[in-house]
C-alpha cells in the first residue's frame, strides 16, 4: 500500500498512531465522566431521603 503514494512510511505511521491515540483517550475521558457522576450520586443518596414539608 505505501509503494502507491510517495508518502513516507514514518509519517503514515504516526498519523494512524495519533488517530489510535485520540480514540483512546474519548474512550478513557467518557469512563471518566461517567465514574465521577456516579460517585456523585452515590454522595447524594448516602446523604438520606429528602423530606418535603408535610410528609412525616
Known amino acids: 500500500m505505501n ?3 510517495e508518502i ?3 509519517l ?3 498519523i494512524i498512531a495519533i488517530i489510535i491515540y485520540f480514540a483512546a483517550t474519548s474512550v ?3 469512563r471518566l ?3 465521577f ?3 456523585k450520586s452515590n454522595k ?3 446523604s438520606g431521603p429528602v423530606v418535603e414539608k408535610g410528609d412525616s
Open 28 to 30: 478513557m475521558i467518557e
Open 33 to 35: 465522566l461517567n465514574k
Open 44 to 46: 447524594e443518596d448516602k
Open 3 to 5: 509503494a502507491m503514494t
Open 8 to 10: 513516507p512510511p514514518e
Open 12 to 14: 503514515a505511521n504516526t
Open 37 to 39: 457522576k456516579a460517585r
